[in-house]
């Protein structure tokens, strides 16, 4: 059998680690994943669950499987909330996970320039944009996060990583 198109999972680790993304929709998080963490993390990512009824609550079920599994994961979303980063922190934390914040501080101009660079299927209207914008709090280390970095986009999608 020719192993060479079945996917590697990246192998378990003692402590795993959740790795938060954060930022609005174009900021380059799906980038700087998979240039960052994609042979180390499981990538979890609600835009990979669009037809779940619940997606939701099948993303923190595959979080939690993931972390049970002693994987690091690292989650792709906006997560533009208090609210919506505590779910996630509390699921890391009941599985004893690191829990690291990576901020994206890419400008809403940026962003929207590099949403409509997009193959017209993986667009964002710029309704949805807006309405991250309007939900944004800035992360900080009390929400639970054992680390928070800020991340800038440069202009050729590599990116500066600073505490």
């Known amino acids: 059998m020719d192993e060479s198109n ?7 680790v003692i402590r795993p680690e959740l790795v938060m993304l954060i930022g609005l929709q174009g900021a380059g998080k799906t980038t700087f994943a998979g240039q960052r963490f994609g042979d180390t993390h499981v ?4 835009d990979r669950l ?17 972390l049970a599994a002693r994987r690091s994961v690292v989650v792709d979303n906006t997560n533009p909330s208090v609210a919506e980063r505590a779910a996630v922190i509390a699921c ?39 309405a991250t914008v309007k939900r944004f709090e800035s992360p900080n280390i009390g ?5 928070l ?6 202009s050729d999608l590599r990116f500066e990583v600073r505490p």
């Open 50 to 66: 669009r037809n779940n009824r619940r997606p939701e609550r099948r993303q923190q079920r595959v979080i939690a499987e993931a």
């Open 143 to 147: 929400e639970g996060f054992d680390e």
């Open 149 to 154: 970095w800020s991340v800038d986009t440069l």
């Open 43 to 46: 990538l979890i990512s609600k």
């Open 92 to 130: 890391a934390r009941s599985a004893g996970a690191c829990v690291i914040g990576y901020v994206f501080t890419s400008p809403l101009t940026a962003c929207r320039a590099r949403n409509a660079n997009r193959p017209p299927e993986a667009q964002v209207p710029d309704v949805g944009i807006f």
């Open 6 to 12: 079945i996917p590697r999972q990246p192998e378990p």
